[in-house]
T-cell receptor
Framework: GDSVTQMEGPVTLSEEAFLTINCTYT??????LFWYVQYPGEGLQLLLK?????DKGSNKGFEATYRKETTSFHLEKGSVQVSDSAVYFC????????????FGSGTRLQVQP | NAGVTQTPKFQVLKTGQSMTLQCAQD?????MSWYRQDPGMGLRLIHY???????DQGEVPNGYNVSRSTTEDFPLRLLSAAPSQTSVYFC?????????FGEGSWLTVV
């Protein structure tokens, strides 16, 4: 079945550091890929998405590129801020069948001033 | 999270009690789903519905029932609560590739 694997956290960075959170997936066909962010005590918010190979999703300085050849969708940001501290979830949505989201286990990011 | 409303936000249950988590959306979406979130495990799909009168099981359906009598509402019922059902529950509705989550319901079973 479909699955998403994320790097384990927590990831601790200093403000203005470069961020990479790795995400790889297993799925048949060409799923849509997503990054969600969850701030403490809140629900999930869509951060960015990509629906086909080589698409780049971007939002609030975060970027991720859909790499079909490596089945990856790594999240990057050039300069993190304390306000970026949250849990980040990679997810995919299959193009057929159940069509629900399949989530990775989440990566906690802590940004220190 | 505009458009998907979950209640209650917090609930404490005793083992064996039953309860219903409510979910409503006002966007006329056909697809709705329930997830549970547990530490280190991401979100896992409990049940989903592709339209009124149609429901199906997700990854972890045991101990939960759902119904979909209207497009707007998709309640999740815990039949006999167990400590293993202590979790955060999220309802979601979807159109195309856009998914809207509710704010979550924190459930503790003691």
């Amino acid at each position: 079945g479909d699955s998403v694997t994320q790097m384990e956290g927590p990831v601790t960075l200093s403000e203005e550091a470069f961020l990479t959170i790795n995400c790889t997936y297993t799925a048949t066909g060409y799923p849509s890929l997503f990054w969600y962010v969850q701030y403490p005590g809140e629900g999930l918010q869509l951060l960015l998405k990509a629906t086909k190979a080589d698409d780049k999703g971007s939002n609030k300085g975060f970027e991720a590129t859909y790499r079909k050849e490596t089945t990856s969708f790594h999240l990057e940001k050039g300069s993190v801020q304390v306000s970026d501290s949250a849990v980040y979830f990679c997810a995919l949505r299959a193009t057929a069948g159940r069509r629900a989201l399949t989530f990775g286990s989440g990566t906690r990011l802590q940004v220190q001033p | 999270n505009a458009g998907v409303t979950q209640t209650p936000k917090f609930q404490v249950l005793k083992t064996g009690q039953s309860m219903t988590l409510q979910c409503a959306q006002d966007m006329n979406h056909e697809y709705m789903s329930w997830y549970r979130q547990d530490p280190g495990m991401g979100l896992r799909l409990i049940h989903y519905s592709v339209g009124a009168g149609i429901t199906d099981q997700g990854e972890v359906p045991n101990g939960y029932n759902v119904s979909r009598s209207t497009t707007e509402d998709f309640p999740l019922r815990l039949l006999s609560a167990a400590p293993s059902q202590t979790s955060v529950y999220f309802c979601a509705s979807m159109t195309g590739n856009t998914i809207y989550f509710g704010e979550g319901s924190w459930l503790t079973v003691v």
